[in-house]
C-alpha cells in the first residue's frame, strides 16, 4: 500500500521557518516526480514545488528564493524547506508523487498519491 506521510508543520512567527518531510513507502518513487502543494481556507490546492526524478526543480513565483525542495539519497524522503515565511504562506501542505512523464504537472489531481496534509500557519 502506498502512502505519503507530511510532517513538520506547525505554527512560525512571520520572518521564520520550517521544514517539512514526506515520507513515503509502499514502492520505490526513484521514476517519480514528487510535489508539494498547498491549500489555504477557502481557496484551491496550490502548486508550491516540484522536484523532477531526474532532479530538476520547479516553484511557484510566489516562494521562488524562499522555498526549497529536495529528497535524501534513498529517495524515500522529500523535503520542504521554508525560510522567511510569510502570512499568506498559511495552508495544509501536502506531498504528492507521480509517475514521470514529458512534462511537469501543476495539478494536484493529476498525480498518482497524495498525503492527508500537514498545518503550517504563520502569525504576523
Known amino acids: 500500500q502506498v502512502q505519503l506521510v507530511e510532517s513538520g508543520g506547525g505554527l512560525v512567527q512571520a520572518g521564520g521557518s520550517l521544514r517539512l518531510s514526506c515520507a513515503a513507502s509502499?514502492?520505490?518513487?526513484?521514476?517519480?516526480?514528487m510535489g508539494w502543494f498547498r491549500q489555504a481556507p477557502g481557496k484551491e490546492h496550490e502548486f508550491v514545488a516540484a522536484?523532477?526524478?531526474?532532479?530538476?526543480?520547479y516553484y511557484a513565483d510566489s516562494v521562488k528564493g524562499r522555498f526549497t525542495i529536495s529528497r535524501d539519497n534513498a529517495k524515500i524522503t522529500v523535503y520542504l524547506q521554508m525560510n522567511s515565511l510569510k502570512p499568506e504562506d498559511t495552508a495544509v501542505y501536502y506531498c504528492?508523487?507521480?509517475?514521470?512523464?514529458?512534462?511537469?504537472?501543476?495539478?494536484?489531481?493529476?498525480?498518482?498519491?497524495w498525503g492527508q496534509g500537514t498545518q503550517v500557519t504563520v502569525s504576523s
Open positions: 509502499g514502492r520505490t518513487f526513484n521514476s517519480y516526480d
Open positions: 504528492a508523487a507521480r509517475r514521470s512523464g514529458l512534462r511537469l504537472r501543476l495539478k494536484l489531481d493529476e498525480y498518482d498519491y
Open positions: 522536484l523532477r526524478s531526474g532532479g530538476s526543480t
